[in-house]
């Protein structure tokens, strides 16, 4: 009887283990995701508060006196 309870154990682990098929999903998703924070991170950068803010950066570095 334990032989047949250890069998099914080592069945049932390598069953949780086995990602068969899951690679292609988990890529799909990275994809998509890597997408929409792209297209978040470019409006963000696009906008004109942050276009104004950088300007007003860089003309204060040349501005600067040395």
Request: aromatic share 4%.
């Amino acid at each position: 009887m334990t032989k047949g309870i250890g069998a099914l154990r080592t069945r049932l682990l390598l069953a949780a283990a086995a990602e068969d098929g899951m690679s292609t999903a988990e890529y799909a998703i990275g994809t998509i995701a890597a997408a929409a924070f792209g297209a978040v991170l470019y409006s963000v950068v696009t906008g004109d508060s942050i276009v104004t803010a950088l300007t007003g950066i860089i003309d204060k570095a040349l501005n600067t006196a040395v």
